[in-house]
């Protein structure tokens, strides 16, 4: 296999319903379909989720604890692929971004799609917006990063990055830590411009408070 896509997902049943489909008329415009896979992760979701993504998707790994870096862990750790993209199953990541992610993948060993780069974009609320930003500056001053969109969960690694470092978020805290420890040990990050937008159905699962303690929390392990 040459390449997971990998779905993290909680009550995300109308949204994988449009996602999946569309998912595979993009993958099929790169690949054939006995080279990739897509890998839905579920925390256990009430709103048939999992069933849903029984019949559309390739396989579907339960997640055995909650959190959004467990469901990256155990999505990696289950993965076949070579190269594997990570992408919210909300909608708000487009899945025709991942053609030039791909076209791309030997000019780095992690791309993210970033919406802070010149050419990129978000679509998102102000409070949202303003803590993305401030989180992002933060981490790219106190630990001296080139980057300017650590937070962005859409990504394509290879996957020897991802078992060369070890991981310890347990939320979405995990998105930087990934970044500095990869840099740290080496391997090429490039960011590609991006236009993130509104997901389409169903609440958002970041809490602001929470997204933001883990985050700073991250910051200073990692600094140390």
Wanted: charged share 20%; proline share 5%.
């Amino acid at each position: 296999v040459d390449l997971s896509v990998i779905l993290p997902t909680l009550n995300e049943r109308e949204n994988l319903a449009i996602l999946v489909p569309r998912l595979r008329a993009v993958l099929a415009s790169i690949l054939p379909a006995s080279r990739y896979e897509i890998l839905v992760v579920d925390a256990g979701s009430s709103d048939g989720t999992a069933e849903v993504a029984g019949e559309l998707a390739d396989r579907v790994v339960r997640q055995s604890r909650p959190g959004y870096g467990q469901a990256l862990r155990e999505g990696f750790a289950a993965a076949r692929g070579e190269y594997l993209a990570t992408l919210d199953a909300d909608l708000s990541h487009e899945p025709s971004f991942l053609p030039g992610m791909w076209q791309e993948c030997a000019s780095a060993d992690i791309l993210i799609a970033s919406r802070y780069v010149p050419g990129g974009r978000a679509d998102m609320s102000w409070g949202r917006k303003v803590l993305s930003r401030i989180l992002n500056l933060v981490f790219r001053t106190v630990l001296a990063l080139p980057l300017r969109d650590m937070s962005s969960g859409f990504r394509l690694y290879h996957r020897s990055v991802l078992h060369s470092i070890g991981l310890e978020g347990i939320d979405f805290d995990i998105l930087p830590e990934i970044v500095v420890r990869s840099l740290a040990g080496g391997w090429r990050v490039r960011e590609l411009p991006f236009h993130y937008s509104p997901r389409q159905y169903g609440g958002s699962k970041a809490r602001l408070l929470r997204f933001g303690c883990s985050y700073l929390t991250t910051l200073g392990r990692l600094w140390r």
